[in-house]
Each structure stands twice: as structure tokens, then as C-alpha cells.
């Protein structure tokens, strides 16, 4: 009678894992504990804390697995049974920290944090504003305003709104330094269903206007403004885990559409949402991103995120005048959620923190805490400098010198890199690219 209760509480039930260790010997046991674990972690969110009530009980720092190289080890099949963990003889430790790449401590200095905590936001850079839009606030709440960072004075300020049917994150998001182009994303909180509705936003006259929906709806699509034309690729399809590979762009000029449609591109080699998309020297790169996201649970009224299945990548496209895709060499780790946390500066992209590959035995998400440099002169990546934790869907700016970064959900402590707090704060740091690289 007992068990199915049991059963069907198990997953907030501190009291039945300490049963089940007490009454587990040797190391089968041990095998059946952590595949409870994990069972009971698989299908909860780590979006925010109160969906994963079991974390404080695994903070155990080492876990046993097979000797496997970490580039092998992130190739296991994501659903790794128990029987090829427990086979295969335990013989190396992997620390829960082991993604970290070293770098050096970098001088971060605390800036005014944001009006709100903000996962999820988007964010353009204009010389000295950095306009912050939307995002979530907490998984059940997303902001539906822009908040205003001024670079020369250091303060957040000129908050507005957003239209009503705008997205509230996983927008795709482009400037040509005056207008911003907004496409699609995700209305309201939790795993909604996506828009294919546009806008664009005259930054000097605070006014909205409609552009053309995109064919489809996406979730996080890379968007950038290449030759005339609104650029918008990949991201997620309409169940938010299906990567999108089509590519469509539209003419534009000085926040007016010239054409009644979008027009189809060449589809990218590779699909999913969360990457930075970037325009240099009349080349388009799109880096990193993921296949697969949370979905909604089917059913759930109020689209409940449930975690799935992702694939973090660290690929970098590049399109140029040929319109043909071409392969650069990859991030030093793969790293997603990285659409709003890049600058340029002396023709380097700088990209500050993200998420990369889950933890290949626990399966946990591993926030990410580096700040990376691809000099697009030697097409070489370098890891710069660590931020002051680890951290996914940065927001950075570049103002005389400063690397600034703001807002995220970041890790939960030095040593443990699952996502934890989604926090408005802001730092910066002096930039110095070494002349080599730049
Ligand atoms: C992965 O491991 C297998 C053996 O288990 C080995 O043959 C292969 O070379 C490894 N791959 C990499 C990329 O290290
Ligand atoms: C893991 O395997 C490699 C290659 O087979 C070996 O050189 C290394 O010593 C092994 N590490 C451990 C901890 O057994
Ligand atoms: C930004 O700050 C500078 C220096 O205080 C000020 O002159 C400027 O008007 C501010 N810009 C905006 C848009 O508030
Ligand atoms: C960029 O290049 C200029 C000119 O070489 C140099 O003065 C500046 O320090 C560089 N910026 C960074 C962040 O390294």
C-alpha cells in the first residue's frame, strides 16, 4: 500500500534517499542510488531552484566513472544506461567542476545592478546605452519593459514598455544604430508557444512599429542585420525543441521594411536556438547554440517547462559574399546561451559566459564562467579571463575600455556549476586584448 505513495512523492522525499542509503550495500546499490537520483532530477527543470528540491542532498563533489576523455565523455549518449555506467569499471573521478578551462582572475568591479533580475533578455548596445528588453524575472513572471544602462554615468534608467503582443524572451534582436528589429520569440512565462510577430523600435522616439511576421515562429533565432537585408536563422521550431534550419532575411532601411515579404536563404548547416549572431567586415558568423529545449509538458495549462534532451555545441558559421556556409574552428567548449553576451572590439568578438554540455554522468547542466576572444584576423579563439562566476544568458556591453556584463541565471558556488539564482547584477572590468591577437 505504501509504495506507490512512496512512489509518487519520491521525487521531494529527502527521507526516502536517506532509507534507500541506508538499507543500499556495496556498490549495485550504490548504482541504484544514483540512478534514483537521477531519475528523480530528470524531469524537473533547472531553471530555478524550486523545481529541484534534491540539489542541496548532491553535493557530493566527485563521482565515479569510466576513463573516458572529456571529449569523449560529452559524446556518451545522453540517456546512458545504468547497466553501461555500473559495466564498465569505474576508474577515474570527474569533478563536477571539470568543464572549467583555465584562465586568468580578471578585476571585476561592481557596477549598479539592473532594476530587475532578467534570464532570458535581450539586449542592443547604441554608443553609450545599452537598452535591456525583457526576459524572465522568475519562471512564472517575464518583464514586459526595457530598461536603460547610460555607460557615461554608470546608471540604469528611461524604462519603457514593450508592445503587448512583443515576445518576452528568446527574441531574435538587430540595431543599425538607431532601430532595433525585434522577431518573434516567446510570449509570457514558462515554456509558452512561440510568436512569429515582429516589431521595430525607433530608440530615439521611444515608437513601436509592426514588421512583417516571420514565416514561421521561433524561439531564439540568430538575427542580424548583413548587406540591407534583417538576417533571421536557426532557433527553435513551434515545440521549442525542434531546431530550425531555415534562414530567411527581409530589406530594411532606417526602421522602414522595403519588401511585403521575407524571402528564403540558404538554410544553415546547423539548427537551435541561443547563439550569438554577429556582424564584422561584411562577414555573418553565428556561434555556438543548442540543439533541443525545454518544452512544455504536454497538457500542462500552464505550459510547465520540462527539461529535454540538448546538445550544446560550439560551432561557428560564417556567410559571406559567396552566400555559402562556411565552417571556422569551433569555441574552445561548447557554449549556448550566448545571444546577448558578445561584443566586438578591435576585430575580435568577445563572448562572456553561457552553458555548455551537460555533466556527462549526472547529466546536470554546467553554467559557464569564461571570457572567450575570436580574433577574426587568425580565426583563433583564446580563453581571456574568468568572470566572477559562471553564468548563462549574459547581457554585455563594450564602453572605453570596459567589458561590462549584466543579468543571467548563475552557478550555485565555486565548486558547483548548476544554474541557481537568475540575478540583475552588473560588472565590469578593464579589456586588454594582448597586441598579438588583435
Ligand atoms: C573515445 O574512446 C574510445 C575508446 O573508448 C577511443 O577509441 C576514442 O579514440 C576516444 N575518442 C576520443 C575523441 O578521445
Ligand atoms: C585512463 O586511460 C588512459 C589511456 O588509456 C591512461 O593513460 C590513464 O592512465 C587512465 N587514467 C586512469 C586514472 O586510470
Ligand atoms: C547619459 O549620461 C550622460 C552623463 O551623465 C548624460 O549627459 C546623458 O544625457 C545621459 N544619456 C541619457 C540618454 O540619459
Ligand atoms: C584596441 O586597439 C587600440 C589601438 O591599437 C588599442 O589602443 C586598444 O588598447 C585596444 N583595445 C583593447 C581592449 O585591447
Redesign the pocket.
Known amino acids: 500500500m505504501a509504495m506507490p505513495k512512496i512512489t509518487h512523492h519520491h521525487k521531494h522525499n529527502p527521507s526516502l534517499t536517506l532509507l534507500l542509503s541506508f538499507s543500499c550495500i556495496g556498490l549495485l546499490c550504490v548504482a541504484l542510488l544514483f540512478d534514483f537520483l537521477l531519475a528523480a532530477s530528470s524531469s524537473s527543470a533547472s531553471l530555478f531552484p524550486s523545481l529541484s528540491p534534491l540539489w542541496t542532498l548532491r553535493r557530493q563533489q566527485l563521482i565515479l566513472l569510466p576513463n573516458v576523455t572529456s571529449s569523449n565523455a560529452s559524446a556518451l549518449p545522453p540517456e546512458a544506461s545504468a547497466e553501461s555506467r555500473t559495466v564498465r569499471a569505474p576508474d577515474r573521478l570527474l569533478s563536477a567542476t571539470f568543464s572549467d578551462l583555465p584562465a586568468p582572475q580578471l578585476p571585476w568591479e561592481p557596477m549598479p545592478p539592473a532594476p530587475v533580475p532578467r534570464l532570458d533578455g535581450a539586449a542592443i548596445q547604441i554608443d553609450n546605452l545599452l537598452y535591456v528588453f525583457a526576459g524572465y524575472g522568475t519562471i512564472d513572471y517575464v518583464h514586459s519593459h526595457v530598461d536603460v544602462f547610460n555607460f557615461s554615468d554608470n546608471t540604469w534608467g528611461g524604462r519603457f514598455s514593450t508592445p503587448k503582443e512583443m515576445g518576452n524572451s528568446h527574441l531574435g534582436m538587430a540595431t543599425d544604430g538607431r532601430y532595433v528589429y525585434i522577431v518573434a520569440g516567446q510570449p509570457g512565462p514558462q515554456c509558452r508557444p512561440p510568436t512569429s510577430r515582429s516589431f521595430v523600435l525607433d530608440t530615439v522616439t521611444k515608437r513601436w512599429d509592426d514588421m512583417p511576421n516571420l514565416p514561421d515562429p521561433r524561439y531564439a533565432p540568430a538575427t542580424q542585420l548583413w548587406r540591407g537585408r534583417l538576417h533571421v536563422m536557426g532557433g527553435s521550431g513551434t515545440n521549442r525543441h525542434t531546431p530550425g534550419l531555415e534562414h530567411w532575411s527581409i530589406a530594411v532601411k532606417d526602421g522602414k521594411v522595403l519588401e511585403k515579404d521575407w524571402r528564403s536563404e540558404v538554410p544553415i548547416p546547423r539548427g537551435g536556438p541561443h547563439r550569438a549572431c554577429v556582424v564584422v567586415d561584411d562577414k555573418l558568423y553565428v556561434i555556438g547554440g543548442q540543439e533541443g529545449d525545454f518544452m512544455a509538458k504536454p497538457g500542462s495549462p500552464i505550459f510547465k517547462c520540462s527539461r529535454r534532451n540538448e546538445v550544446v555545441y560550439g560551432d561557428v558559421y560564417m556567410l559571406d559574399q559567396g552566400m555559402k556556409w562556411k565552417s571556422l574552428p569551433p569555441m574552445p567548449k561548447p557554449n549556448s546561451h550566448i545571444e546577448f553576451s558578445w561584443v566586438v572590439?578591435?576585430n575580435s568578438i568577445i563572448i562572456t559566459g553561457g552553458t555548455t554540455e551537460k555533466h556527462p554522468v549526472t547529466k546536470r547542466m554546467l553554467l559557464v564562467g569564461e571570457v572567450f576572444q575570436f580574433n577574426l584576423g587568425t580565426q583563433k579563439w583564446t580563453v581571456i579571463g574568468k568572470l566572477p562566476y559562471r553564468i548563462k544568458t549574459t547581457i554585455a556591453g563594450?564602453y572605453d575600455?570596459w567589458?561590462y556584463f549584466t543579468s543571467g541565471q548563475k552557478d550555485r558556488g565555486a565548486d558547483n556549476p548548476q544554474p541557481k539564482k537568475v540575478v540583475g547584477d552588473m560588472w565590469r572590468t578593464?579589456?586588454?586584448?594582448?597586441?598579438s591577437s588583435?
Open positions: 572590439v578591435n563594450y575600455g567589458l578593464r579589456l586588454r586584448l594582448s597586441s588583435s
